[in-house]
């Protein structure tokens, strides 16, 4: 079974200063690890995925995630956080073998105070 | 080009009746997924639909089911509603069955039921 943790409700940080929001999982196999954001009663809007490769991925609007294999984690980090990124964050993840189903954390609480 | 669209966008039903929700994939894809997300809580995969067949089933009771048609497009409907079915019920749509890819699975906006 694949599950994810997100082990801090709510990420506060200032205008300008860096932002991360910490995810771990468990899987068989290697993963596949997606970040997706969701702004208030709207649907999930992809972010970033680690597929192969490098262990540092970027993505849309500035973010970046992290890939490490040794701490099974999958931090999700923007160098200098918005206003407007207020949101809330959810990582998942799916095996790469035996399903398509994406396992969901529970979701960070992301505020960013001006 | 469209995204994924979901109706109807909010729904209010009483316990024990039946609910449909559709959904139309975002243009090219395949593959459609459904969700369960409850308030305060990450989505709960329900099952995937691909070459209108279930193909995958997540830990989600007889009363929902689903359905999708030779355009892609996909219904989800559940039975005998209970007010612990109210949710948001959110469909993702990608290319391909998924049995080793990396593709990505994108949401639409999500239909949210009430259950009175």
């Known amino acids: 079974a694949q599950s994810v943790a997100q082990p801090e409700d709510q990420v506060n940080v200032a205008e300008g200063n860096p932002l991360t929001v910490k995810c771990t999982y468990s899987v068989s196999g290697n993963p596949y690890l997606f970040w997706y954001v969701q702004y208030p009663n709207r649907g999930l809007q992809f972010l970033l995925k680690y597929i192969t490769g490098d262990n540092l991925v970027k993505g849309s609007y500035g973010f970046e995630a992290e890939f490490n294999k040794s701490q099974t984690s999958f931090h999700l980090k923007k160098p200098s956080a918005l206003v407007s990124d207020s949101a809330l964050y959810f990582c998942?993840?799916?095996?790469?073998?035996?399903?398509?189903?994406?396992?969901f954390g529970k979701g960070n609480q992301v505020v960013v105070i001006p | 080009d469209a995204g994924v669209t979901q109706s109807p966008t909010h729904l209010i039903k009483t316990r024990g009746q039946q609910v449909t929700l559709r959904c139309s994939p975002k243009?090219?894809?395949?593959?459609v997924s459904w969700y369960q997300q409850a308030l305060g809580q990450g989505p709960q995969f329900i099952f995937q639909y691909y070459e209108e067949e279930e193909r995958q089933r997540g830990n989600f009771p007889d009363r929902f089911s689903g359905h999708q048609f030779p355009n892609y497009s996909s219904e989800l409907n559940v039975n005998a509603l209970l007010l612990g079915d109210s949710a948001l019920y959110l469909c993702a749509s990608s290319l391909g069955t998924g049995s080793g890819g990396g593709e990505t699975q994108y949401f639409g906006p999500g239909t949210r039921l009430l259950v009175l």
């Open positions: 243009s090219g894809h395949d593959t």
């Open positions: 998942a993840v799916r095996p790469r073998r035996g399903n398509n189903r994406l396992a």
